[in-house]
């Protein structure tokens, strides 16, 4: 069974402070990482697609690491504001699957308090 | 503006009847997805067309079916045979078969 986790499962923040979350998936057979914004009633936005190990991307306020031989990306938040309140999911693609399907982790849902 | 419509946004449905949902697209994207949400759990890919004509089951296809007649057009069918078919679908396309996935606003199906 190929599981990718997020954690925490959620979280509050006040408006200010500074957050991060947990991507882990199966590190063989690695292709991509997905991360994507999905605000209540709208449609999931791509943040970012990573796929080199150690790659950094940032957009914002918001970056994006990732380590493949480990299994782990970490998404940072600087700065949070209300506006940033979401939830957040991770996808892994990877090599020899069907193509076309990733793996989504259940996400993050992070809260904003102004 | 592109980007991906999908409709209904709310659907009602009776126990054994077939019901389409409506994902089009004016990104000139050559792949499309349709994803089904339920509660606590991730999305999970229910079929996905990487060309017109041509698509292929995803991890739950069963009780489902697709057309991919047009390249901006990939309806699913939520037949009788769905044992439980109550969820939110979301519907996406990407540039060939990779890359950012662009998602529609979704519909909520609910059985009665």
Request: hydrophobic share 30%; charged share 20%; net charge neutral.
């Amino acid at each position: 069974i190929l599981n990718v986790e997020q954690s925490p499962q959620s979280l509050h923040v006040q408006e200010g402070d500074s957050t991060n979350f947990t991507c882990s998936f199966p590190s063989s057979n690695f292709y991509a990482l997905h991360w994507y914004r999905w605000e209540t009633a709208k449609s999931p936005e791509a943040l970012f697609v990573m796929t080199l190990n150690g790659d950094e991307k940032k957009k914002g306020r918001i970056s994006a690491t990732l380590n493949t031989k480990e299994g782990y990306s970490y998404l940072y938040i600087k700065g949070s504001q209300p506006e940033d309140s979401a939830t957040y999911l991770c996808a892994w693609e990877n090599y020899g699957g069907s193509q076309g399907n990733l793996i989504f982790g259940k996400g993050t849902k992070l809260s904003v308090k102004p | 503006d592109g980007g991906i419509t999908q409709s209904p946004k709310y659907l009602f449905r009776k126990e054994g009847q077939n019901v389409t949902l409506s994902c089009e697209q004016n990104l000139n994207h050559d792949a499309m997805y349709w994803y089904r949400q339920d509660p606590g759990q991730g999305l999970r890919l229910i079929y996905y067309s990487q060309i017109v004509n041509d698509f292929q089951k995803g991890d739950i296809a069963e009780g489902y079916s697709v057309s991919r007649e047009k390249k901006e057009s990939f309806p699913l069918t939520v037949t009788s045979a769905q044992k439980n078919p109550t969820a939110f679908y979301l519907c996406a396309s990407s540039h060939r078969g990779e890359g950012y996935r662009f998602f529609g606003p979704g519909t909520r199906l609910t059985v009665l």
